[in-house]
């Protein structure tokens, strides 16, 4: 077999590897892990049963799969924000905007996310994940909060408090969102900044 069609081949098995993952972040998305059967995610890709056998022996791979790609993905959007240039306000300000700018379709990954984190029936594996991805989030945003603290930009509270507030009302909002579809102008980001910002600090 030539070089080009084995090429050809590898493109063929990840679209469909992508195409098993889309479903099964929509599945697991709106029905939850103990509700979404292997065939559920089959019908909704619109591949043959036997074929997802190729890709991953159970739904339980799958989920993990998901997990790791929502949670990395969180991190890593994060991460980039938070080491990026200008003052800590200006990152804090440009993350949000970020995050809320979002496709709607990322919000089966949030739901994934969510059940992770809440639900007793979902793989150990995507648990841990979820622990070791959350940790290091908290962490970056703890280190954002207190840059900012030292140079008077935003309120003197304790640091980690601050990134668990605001990792909460992020999450708090995506999912109000995500319920209320047809909301408009919500969220205000200047609400949500000036929660954390200390007044004293004069802002563009």
């Given at each position: 077999m030539?070089?080009r069609?084995?090429e050809?081949?590898?493109?063929?098995?990840?679209?469909?590897?992508?195409?098993?993952?889309?479903?099964?972040?929509?599945v697991?998305?709106?029905?939850?892990y103990?509700g979404?059967?292997?065939?559920d995610i089959?019908?909704?890709?619109e591949l043959?049963?036997?074929?997802?056998?190729h890709?991953?022996?159970s739904?339980?791979?799958?989920?993990?799969?998901?997990?790791k790609?929502?949670?990395?993905?969180?991190?890593?959007?994060?991460?980039?924000?938070?080491?990026?240039?200008?003052?800590?306000?200006?990152?804090?300000?440009?993350?949000?905007?970020?995050?809320?700018a979002?496709?709607?379709?990322?919000?089966?990954?949030?739901?994934?996310?969510?059940?992770?984190?809440?639900s007793k029936?979902?793989?150990?594996?995507?648990?841990a994940?979820s622990?070791e991805?959350?940790?290091?989030?908290?962490?970056l945003?703890?280190?954002?909060?207190?840059?900012?603290?030292k140079?008077?930009?935003?309120i003197q509270e304790?640091?980690m408090g601050q990134?668990?507030?605001?990792?909460?009302?992020?999450?708090?909002?995506?999912f109000?969102?995500?319920t209320?579809?047809?909301?408009?102008?919500?969220?205000?980001?200047?609400?949500?900044l000036?929660m954390f910002?200390?007044?004293?600090?004069?802002k563009?």
């Amino acid at each position: 077999m030539s070089p080009r069609v084995d090429e050809q081949n590898q493109q063929i098995r990840d679209r469909r590897k992508q195409q098993l993952l889309a479903a099964g972040a929509k599945v697991f998305g709106e029905r939850g892990y103990a509700g979404t059967k292997i065939s559920d995610i089959v019908g909704e890709a619109e591949l043959s049963h036997g074929l997802i056998y190729h890709y991953f022996s159970s739904k339980e791979d799958i989920y993990i799969e998901l997990a790791k790609t929502a949670f990395m993905t969180s991190y890593e959007t994060i991460r980039r924000a938070v080491q990026s240039s200008g003052s800590p306000y200006e990152r804090l300000k440009a993350m949000t905007e970020g995050i809320f700018a979002t496709p709607r379709e990322s919000g089966h990954f949030f739901l994934i996310a969510l059940q992770t984190n809440t639900s007793k029936t979902v793989p150990e594996e995507a648990l841990a994940i979820s622990k070791e991805y959350s940790a290091k989030t908290l962490d970056l945003l703890k280190d954002l909060f207190q840059e900012g603290q030292k140079l008077g930009e935003f309120i003197q509270e304790d640091p980690m408090g601050q990134a668990l507030m605001y990792s909460s009302l992020l999450n708090g909002v995506i999912f109000t969102r995500l319920t209320y579809p047809s909301l408009e102008r919500f969220p205000q980001i200047g609400q949500i900044l000036r929660m954390f910002t200390d007044t004293r600090f004069v802002k563009e």
